[in-house]
């Protein structure tokens, strides 16, 4: 059974910068696009960054320019490197693969305050 460990958010005010890290057990990083997913109260989950196995990336519009998404299979570790963060970025953030294909992590809280 896979597991997926989101750690790294926090409080911090717009503008700052916060680094998000999901730990994957297995061989499943190695083997799957892996993606950031955030959700905020009432809203439904999105997706706002996904990494390859080439490590090729995408990122939502939302997003595009301030998060930067990586990956280390040695260290079974996806990364989401944060930065001009915006009020609107507050949510819960998580990480699967791209398919969504594993059970949920607890994620990890990011607020930003104006």
């Known amino acids: 059974q896979v597991h997926l460990v989101e750690s790294g958010g926090g409080d911090v005010q717009a503008g700052g910068s916060l680094r998000l890290s999901c730990v994957v057990s297995?061989?499943?990083?190695?083997?799957?696009?892996m993606a950031w997913y955030r959700q905020a109260p009432g809203k439904e989950r999105e997706r706002v960054a996904l990494i390859s196995t080439d490590s090729s990336t995408n990122y939502g519009d939302s997003v595009k320019g301030r998060f930067t998404i990586s990956r280390d299979n040695a260290q079974n570790t996806v990364w989401l490197q944060m930065s001009s963060l915006k009020p609107e970025d507050t949510a819960i953030y998580y990480c699967?693969?791209?398919?969504?294909?594993?059970?949920w992590g607890q994620g990890t809280q990011v607020t930003v305050s104006s």
């Open positions: 297995g061989s499943a990083i190695r083997l799957n696009a």
């Open positions: 699967n693969t791209l398919s969504q294909r594993f059970l």
